[in-house]
């Protein structure tokens, strides 16, 4: 029986693996301008359970039941703001589990983001006159 109940185990673990992986918690770099990179960061938290039984005499491998389940819960807890090789960490929430403050934030962001570019534009233009 220990060796069904590990098959199951490890089946489940397998499964949430492939659901999860590194760009989950540091997100793909999204290009703002050329000069401004954004790089989401999220919190990752798994769980899984696993069981199973023999039914019947013990030397009867084909009665055993078991099974296994599992989630997983990705919550975005920052944005990277690197700009000119400078590098700046924006909070989502003061509160790790406070997502929903990510659509107070995120204006807030842009806004930012938005200065930057413009400042890098303003300043280009002066320097070609």
């Known amino acids: ?12 673990i397998d499964g949430l693996k492939k659901m999860i992986d590194v760009d989950s918690v540091v997100g ?14 999220s919190k990752v ?3 899984f359970v696993s069981g199973g039984s ?11 039941g078991g099974g296994a389940g599992g989630g997983i819960k990705i919550s975005p807890v920052a ?9 700046r960490l924006v909070n989502v929430s003061d509160s790790p589990n406070d997502t929903d403050k990510i659509f107070t ?14 400042k890098k534009k303003s300043e280009k233009s002066e320097q070609a006159q």
């Open 105 to 118: 934030k995120i204006p807030e962001l842009i806004d930012q983001i938005s200065s930057l570019i413009s």
């Open 45 to 47: 938290s798994m769980g």
């Open 54 to 64: 023999s039914f019947g005499k013990p030397s009867v491998s084909d009665n055993f």
């Open 28 to 41: 793909n770099p999204i290009n703002i301008s050329e000069d401004t990179t954004v790089i989401p960061v």
């Open 1 to 12: 029986m220990a060796e069904h109940v590990e098959q199951v185990l490890n089946n489940a």
């Open 79 to 87: 944005f990277l703001v690197v700009n000119d090789g400078n590098v």
